[in-house]
């Protein structure tokens, strides 16, 4: 979940004392603030303030209320610095609070465990129960160093997990990005993320293109989905996109306010950075942008341009911030690499789909600023495209970007892309992952089925004015 910067619990590490630990007073402080932010427009379909009822010392005791489920990381913005970390529990929570520590060869960290308070807040689900959810940033890390942490209540804990903050300034890494999860995601789509891990156990990120499940208010799914992911969602930290099924409400739901939003469910889920459009309010946790070594991954909500032209006032103001946002994150980007990740394709490798307003849109942007990776998802079939600018192939060296169109689960279609002859690698009916690997000047992408068998493979390298040279790779 991410909020406006005035509403974040971002903070330096404390030590782990009585005093530094929060009150009951404090958490229902907490929950007021909260729950007066959820009075926002994008919060009122499901949310309301959690607090914590007379009997909730009784809840307690009763066993399994506090224990930690679908504990989740996501980038913080100073990866370097920081990392956010999302969970649920059964029952209200007095004292929801997350630990860290520098890991350590043997058991005996206590010393140096700091501990920082969760934000805590609730959500309606679809099945009209309530979920207890939390949030918290880990501030003060340390860059290039691996951490373990555990998220809790201070009497039930989550395991301790392992993380690993990122460098602040280039050094070679790895990560992620898979295509739609969407579907049978316990039974199908949890092999091709386990398969992913095996790849990159050391990736630094995930990014999800969108469509994580099928019905974003779908409780059950957002559960099959931290089923599928199991400790790997506690290990490697997510960066999301909202798809067109993430905005999914009930069908008797009343109309949001902003339909292209994703639902509640998916921002109690991810507690994204908070460095989206700032004059847009109803698209926090829609928008962020992270830095980690070298790379700038840029996560916008393509729902918002899912239409030919705004269609009131509120999504006017959405879409021409969300625009704004993009130019300026791309203009101002230090560094060397640049990768945009958003669920609708640019170029659609599926039979009848076009997202040509969308393609009107962002690709100048694209092209003016050398985007070097669009990583999109939508269509349930593989189609990775040439080095292009101006909708052409370009020359290997000339400026360009490339597109890719993947899927994780198991819903395909029928591969038939409008723009052929601009791809140079396709696939269907295949589950894929990718693995991207950055080395300074080098960008090395493969794409596999969750067989093992290499999809395809490319490469891109830079010289020193920055200017990249496409190269395709033999796929061994
Ligand atoms: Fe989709």
């Known amino acids: ?83 956010s970390a999302t969970w649920r529990s059964a029952g209200p929570l007095q004292s929801a609070q997350g630990q860290i520590a520098p890991l350590t060869a043997g058991p005996k960290f206590e010393a140096t465990i700091q501990s920082v308070p969760a934000e805590a807040f609730t959500i309606e689900t679809d099945s009209g129960e309530t979920a207890y959810q939390y949030n918290l940033t880990f501030t003060g890390l340390t860059p290039d160093a691996q951490y373990c942490f555990r998220v809790g209540d201070g009497q039930s804990w989550s395991e301790w997990n392992t993380v690993q903050t990122a460098l602040d300034k280039p050094k070679p890494f790895s990560f ?33 293109a969108g469509d994580l499940v099928n019905h974003g208010h779908n409780d059950s799914q957002w559960g099959e989905f931290s089923d599928a992911f199991g400790f790997i969602a506690a290990t490697v930290p997510c960066l999301p996109t909202p798809g067109n099924h993430d905005t999914k409400r009930p069908e008797k739901a009343p109309e949001p306010e902003a339909p292209y939003t994703a639902a509640p469910a998916y921002h109690a889920h991810f507690h994204v950075p908070a460095n989206g459009p700032k004059n847009a309010p109803i698209l926090n946790g829609e928008a962020y942008y992270v830095d980690c070594q070298g790379v700038r991954v840029i996560s916008l909500n393509s729902n918002v341009f899912d239409d030919d032209a705004p269609t009131d006032a509120a999504h006017k103001q959405a879409w021409d911030a969300l625009l704004a946002w993009l130019e300026e994150v791309l203009a101002n980007n230090p560094n060397r690499w640049t990768v945009v990740t958003h669920h609708h394709p640019i170029y659609s490798t599926s039979k009848g789909r076009d997202n040509a307003g969308l393609r009107n849109l962002l690709r100048p942007l694209y092209d003016k600023y050398k985007v070097d990776l669009v990583l999109q998802g939508h269509d349930h079939s593989y189609g990775r495209t040439h080095k292009l ?37 396709t696939a269907s009916e295949k589950q894929l992952f990718q693995v991207i690997e950055v080395d300074g000047d080098t960008l090395s992408y493969k794409s596999r089925s969750i067989d093992g068998q290499l999809v395809d493979a490319f490469q891109l390298k830079k010289d020193a004015s920055g200017a990249s040279t496409y190269h395709p790779a033999e796929k061994t």
């Open 1 to 83: 979940m991410n909020h406006a910067e005035t509403q974040s619990t971002e903070g330096a590490l404390q030590p782990e004392t009585a005093a530094a630990m929060p009150s009951r007073r404090g958490f229902l402080a907490a929950s007021a603030l909260l729950g007066a932010m959820l009075l926002s427009p994008l919060w009122a379909v499901a949310a309301s303030p959690a607090t914590a009822p007379a009997s909730v010392a009784t809840a307690e005791k009763a066993v399994g209320v506090g224990l930690p489920q679908r504990v989740t990381l996501t980038c913080a913005a100073d990866m370097a610095h920081a990392i």
């Open 176 to 208: 992620l990005y898979f295509g739609d999860v969407q579907t049978d995601i316990r039974s199908q789509c949890s092999r091709a993320v386990r398969t992913a891990f095996r790849h990159a156990p050391d990736a630094r990120f995930v990014i999800c």
């Open 389 to 425: 600018a101006g909708d052409q192939i370009v020359d290997p060296a000339a400026p360009g970007t490339i597109y890719v169109v993947s899927v994780l689960g198991p819903k395909m279609y029928p591969f038939k892309p409008k723009f052929e002859s601009l791809m140079a690698a």
